[in-house]
């Protein structure tokens, strides 16, 4: 009996001071991107080229993971130099107003196997509105060329620009009110 009482005591210690490891994205194999459509008719992406994700993770399953985002406004990209400045101006982003975009999860949810339901604010436009997104772990690997641990994720979700103030100019035939995000990554420790 005494044994198995020391036995807990050192089971629940242990898991008491479980400390979360921090991973980065790795930004050569990460992206962030979104899609519009434009005049109903056809799709338009782009990518925001400045960004920065780390997770906080104490879970190797990563089923307690904390996700922190920033991107540069500026940095948005849709191949189009014309649009992009369109985009930065203060009918879309108004990136001198507000350079940066932001998310913090709030929660994570299990939604089957290596799928969660990611739960968070996110700021745009100096807006922040609370978003649910799909979250996919895709594995951990030991990285070959650094040696390290490299997990993978895919976040793919669908907000509404008109919730966040952008491009209230362009009514949605015109550009779908509905943007669709999808962010790829890979993130060492």
């Given at each position: 009996?005494k044994?198995?009482?020391?036995?807990?005591?050192?089971?629940?210690l242990?898991?008491?001071?479980?400390?979360?490891t921090?991973?980065?994205?790795?930004?050569?194999?990460?992206?962030?991107?979104?899609?519009?459509?434009?005049?109903?008719?056809?799709?338009?992406?782009?990518?925001?080229n400045?960004f920065?994700?780390?997770?906080q993770?104490?879970?190797?399953?990563?089923?307690d993971a904390v996700?922190?985002?920033?991107a540069?406004?500026?940095s948005?990209?849709?191949?189009?130099?014309?649009r992009?400045?369109?985009?930065k101006?203060?009918d879309?982003?108004?990136?001198?107003?507000?350079?940066?975009?932001?998310f913090?999860s709030?929660?994570?949810?299990n939604?089957?196997?290596?799928?969660?339901?990611?739960?968070?604010?996110?700021?745009?436009?100096?807006?922040t509105k609370q978003?649910?997104?799909?979250?996919?772990y895709?594995?951990?690997?030991?990285?070959?060329?650094?040696k390290?641990?490299?997990?993978?994720?895919?976040?793919?979700?669908?907000?509404?620009?008109?919730?966040?103030?952008?491009?209230?100019k362009?009514?949605?035939?015109?550009?779908?009110?509905?943007?669709?995000?999808?962010?790829?990554?890979?993130?060492?420790?």
């Open positions: 009996m044994k198995t009482a020391i036995i807990l005591s050192l089971f629940f242990a898991t008491a001071f479980t400390v979360a921090s991973w980065k994205n790795d930004k050569a194999h990460s992206q962030l991107t979104f899609t519009v459509t434009h005049l109903g008719v056809s799709d338009v992406s782009g990518v925001f400045d920065d994700v780390t997770v993770s104490a879970k190797p399953d990563f089923s996700f922190t985002l920033t540069k406004a500026a948005i990209d849709t191949r189009v130099e014309m992009n400045n369109h985009l101006s203060a879309f982003f108004d990136v001198e107003k507000y350079p940066e975009l932001s913090k709030t929660s994570i949810k939604a089957g196997k290596d799928a969660y339901k990611l739960t968070g604010d996110l700021t745009i436009h100096g807006v978003v649910t997104l799909d979250l996919v895709r594995g951990t690997i030991e990285n070959p060329m650094s390290k641990p490299t997990a993978g994720f895919q976040l793919t979700g669908t907000i509404k620009r008109s919730d966040f103030g952008i491009g209230p362009f009514p949605a035939p015109m550009i779908s009110d509905e943007v669709r995000i999808k962010a790829d990554g890979e993130f060492a420790q």
